[in-house]
Structure formats: structure tokens, C-alpha cells
């Protein structure tokens, strides 16, 4: 089960999908140089030095559709600091897989993106899974649905590493504002490469607007005590139902 911790605000729900492979290569930025970023609260607050009155702001349509390129995203590979695979070395199945994901630097946009990365699993280094990081704080994949309490035990491995994904957003989006600041129109459509902001990690490189969406990934294998292995073994077998006899 995947489970993903996000906040409200996405406006649509495009999906995009990207597969990749874990290489290390970028490394996470500096504790304290980076934030959450909305872009639409990006775009409100451009468009506010331009007019007064806010009445439409869209991504992916305007009035005149021809005139305007929707907003795009591409989603880049996500890279590990250091090595990052797991040593352990543990039997399986009696082991069980906890992945997550917690995302420090995250971005919420109108449109939904999808990575998919590679895992270790069941012992096999290649496992797919796709995350939905588009406005998520967190994504934890618990494939066995195991409790709490059991990721603390004693028979418990465990990785820990910081990981980068490069998103970036290319085309328009288009606004309509009750009036408009001196000379400025009242309604038009901007380049999302115009919300440039280096403070929040957003920066411009070959034509689109980039940002580095990071944070922490740690893998735990639980490897449940002989104990508890034969009592879950030790399960009751059904009863057979018996027919009743008909009598003449």
C-alpha cells in the first residue's frame, strides 16, 4: 500500500509519468535553503503587480486557446547521495519490505506527475514503483501493511539517504484581473519561466522553469522473531461442512 500526505489546492488532475533509475549524482541542498512552493500562489502574487482584482487564472486554457501554450511538466531522474542500496543479506519471506520517501523541499502545481523509481524488494534489486510527488510531504509503500510497532524492533535493518528530483514546468498561464495597473492589460497570458524566484528555488535553465524537489528515503527490512513466525503458522484449519442426510 502506498501512502501519500499531501495538503489541498490542486486545481486539476493531469497525470504524467516518468520511469527512472536511482543513480547518485545530485545531492541535497543545504538544511535551510529550501521550502515548499505553490506555484499558483506564485502566479497570484505576479499577477497581482500587474492588476487589481484577480477573476481567472488557468494553466492549461484561455479565451483564446491558440494563443497560448498549457503548462507542462517533465520529471527528471531521482538521484541518491551515497550508496543507497541495503547490505542485509536477510531470508526471505519472513522478511518484509517499509519504504518512504519524506520530502522536505516539495512543490505543489496544478498538474499531478508521477515518478517511477527502482527498489529493492523481496530481495530482488529492481523493483518499479511508481510515487506521486506532486504537492506530497510524504510517501510511505508498506506492501505487507505492517504495524508501527514493528519498525522499531530489534530485528530490523535499515537504510537512510537523501535524494533529489529535478520537475520542470514549461509553457503559459493566462490571466483576467478587474483593472489593470497602468499600462498593463486587464487579461493576458505569461510565460511561467516569469515566476523566477532563486530564494525559493526556482530558477530558469533552458527555457523552463526548474526546481529540485528533495528530501529523505529510507528503507527498512523487518525480519519478525522465529516466535512470531510459528504462531502465525500455527492457524486453525478450516472445517469441512458436512450435508445433511435426506430421509425418505
Known amino acids: 500500500m502506498i501512502k501519500q500526505a499531501i495538503t489541498a489546492g490542486i486545481l486539476f488532475c493531469l497525470i504524467i509519468r516518468v520511469e527512472v533509475t536511482t ?4 545531492l541535497l ?20 503587480g500587474r492588476g487589481e482584482g484577480l477573476e481567472v487564472l488557468n494553466f492549461t486554457n484561455a479565451p483564446k486557446p491558440k494563443t497560448m501554450r498549457p503548462l507542462q511538466v517533465t520529471v527528471g531522474t531521482m538521484h541518491y547521495e551515497g550508496a543507497c542500496g541495503h547490505n542485509g ?13 519524506f520530502i522536505k523541499c516539495s512543490i505543489s502545481n496544478p498538474l499531478n506527475f508521477t515518478v517511477n523509481v527502482t527498489v529493492p524488494y523481496k530481495g530482488r534489486p529492481n523493483h ?10 510524504s510517501v510511505q509503500w508498506n506492501p505487507y501493511d505492517l504495524p ?8 530490523t535493518e535499515s537504510t ?4 533529489t528530483v529535478e520537475v520542470g ?18 487579461d493576458d497570458t505569461i510565460g511561467v519561466t516569469e515566476l523566477v524566484n532563486r530564494e525559493k528555488g526556482l530558477f530558469v535553465h533552458e ?27 500455527q492457524v486453525k484449519a478450516p472445517r469441512k461442512s458436512q450435508k445433511k442426510k435426506k430421509f425418505a
Open 169 to 186: 514546468f514549461e509553457g503559459q498561464f493566462y490571466y483576467k484581473v478587474r483593472k489593470g495597473r497602468g499600462d498593463k492589460p486587464k
Open 89 to 101: 543479506t536477510k531470508g526471505y519471506p519472513d522478511c518484509k519490505d517499509v519504504f518512504w520517501w
Open 148 to 155: 508501527n510497532d514493528s519498525y522499531h524492533q530489534q530485528h
Open 23 to 26: 543513480t547518485s549524482r545530485r
Open 29 to 48: 541542498p543545504k538544511r535551510g535553503e529550501c521550502q515548499k512552493v505553490d506555484l499558483v500562489k506564485e502566479a497570484k502574487a505576479y499577477v497581482a
Open 160 to 163: 537512510t539517504c537523501n535524494f
Open 207 to 233: 527555457k523552463k522553469l526548474i526546481y529540485d524537489i528533495s528530501g529523505w528515503y529510507k528503507h527498512e527490512v523487518v525480519c519478525l522473531p522465529k516466535e512470531q513466525l510459528k504462531k502465525k503458522a
Open 128 to 137: 518499479i514503483l511508481p510515487l506521486e510527488l506532486n504537492n506530497a510531504t
